[in-house]
Each structure stands twice: as structure tokens, then as C-alpha cells.
């Protein structure tokens, strides 16, 4: 049933936002150049891997040794607006059309982050990741780590396609007031070194 929900969904959005995903694509190639997708290995259902697709919105510039920049220094104007208005996420569609990712699930993070995981952070893979999620709706990146892995294994517990239509309702309030888009001090959010602490269950 969700796998269905998914493809029909992603097929309807793909073709009403063809000529808004055609207008982004432009203006990412004239103000950032090519690639115009960015592309980076995320993980899946149990971890495995695949290629996450999102329209750039970051320069390569690099320092001295040739080791890229912070993102607050890469993240162009253009690709900020693009982030505002969550416009990089919509080549993930794709993603979803092949099986990669849900509509709704946790969101894929770094493939470095996966030995840091304790027991019940890695409950996240036991899902489908998807484009936005219980966490998303609830705070996204001004959430804390722990607070953003509590509530994803909370949806992996309570998951149901009614509460996917829910966050995703949700989800479209939340890009209209393009809130939680960063960490404080952050140009999007810090990065996951670890836990501090072992977290037996989910709040």
C-alpha cells in the first residue's frame, strides 16, 4: 500500500512540477553551472547505499590544499533560496519512482555517520528513508541530534499511511513557512560525531 501511495504521488508531482523543475534547472546551470544534479551516496533501507539526487546548490570552491570550503562559505545565494524553498529536494522524485526512497521516512544522512550509530539510532534503516519525515515536520534541522533520532524511530514504530499523509500535509505548511531550514549557527546543521549517550528507547 505505501509502495503504490508513493509511486502514484511521485508520478502526479513529477508531471505538475515539470515546468517548475525545468525553471529551477535553469537557474541552477546559469548561476552555478554544471552539474546542475548533485548526486551523493546516502544510505537506504538496512543501510545499503544509493545515489541521493538534489538540485546544487553549492560552489566546489576550495582552499589552498585544495580541500573543499564549509558549506556556509559553498552555499550560494541561489542555492539558500533553492533551500528556503526546499526547490533542491524535488529531483528526488526520481528517487522515489525507483524504489530508493519513500515519500515519507526518515531522511538519509552521510554514509559516515553509519558506525557512529548506537543500537537505537540505526533503528532508522529499518525503513525506507524518504524526502521528509516525522522529524522534519517536527522542528527538521533546528532539532538536536538526539531529539531528531528519537522521533524518526518513533515513526519506524508507528508508521501507517494515514500518518504518512499527515506529515506530509504537514510538510507543505512547513515550506510555506520555511521554518527549520537551519541549525542556529549553522549553515544547515552540525555534524554528527557520535552519541553521548546510550538511549535504551524511543520517547
Known amino acids: 500500500m505505501k509502495r503504490l501511495f508513493d509511486i502514484f504521488v511521485a508520478s502526479l508531482l513529477l508531471v505538475l512540477l515539470s515546468p517548475l523543475m525545468l525553471v529551477t ?3 541552477v546551470r546559469r548561476k552555478l553551472g554544471r552539474p546542475v544534479i548533485f548526486k551523493q551516496i546516502r544510505p537506504g533501507l538496512n543501510g545499503q547505499p544509493f545515489a541521493l539526487y538534489k538540485y546544487r546548490t553549492m560552489t566546489d570552491a576550495r582552499d589552498e590544499k585544495g580541500e573543499l570550503l564549509p558549506d556556509g562559505a559553498r552555499l550560494t545565494r541561489t ?4 533551500r528556503q524553498a526546499s526547490l533542491d ?10 524504489g530508493e526512497l519513500s515519500l515519507v521516512g526518515p531522511r538519509p544522512l552521510l554514509m559516515q555517520y553509519l558506525p557512529l550509530y548506537n543500537t537505537f539510532e540505526m533503528r532508522r534503516h529499518e525503513v525506507k528513508p524518504g524526502i521528509t519525515g516525522w522529524a522534519q515536520v517536527n522542528g ?17 514504530e508507528h508508521q501507517s499511511v494515514w500518518l504518512d499523509m499527515k506529515i506530509l ?5 512547513k515550506v510555506v513557512k520555511r521554518d527549520g531550514i537551519s541549525q ?3 549553515s544547515t546543521m552540525e555534524v ?3 552519541s553521548t549517550q546510550k538511549i535504551e ?3
Do not use: C
Not at 79 to 82: A, E, I, K, Q, V
Not at 89 to 98: D, G, R, S, T, W
Not at 140 to 156: H, P, T
Open 79 to 82: 542555492g539558500h533560496l533553492l
Open 201 to 203: 528507547k524511543s520517547a
Open 89 to 98: 529536494e524535488l529531483p528526488q522524485l526520481i528517487n522515489v519512482l525507483k
Open 192 to 194: 554528527f560525531t557520535g
Open 184 to 186: 542556529e549557527g549553522q
Open 140 to 156: 527538521r534541522n533546528s532539532l538536536a541530534w538526539q531529539e531528531k533520532f528519537k522521533m524518526d524511530v518513533w515513526y519506524v
Open 25 to 27: 534547472a535553469l537557474v
Open 169 to 173: 500535509y504537514r510538510t507543505v505548511l
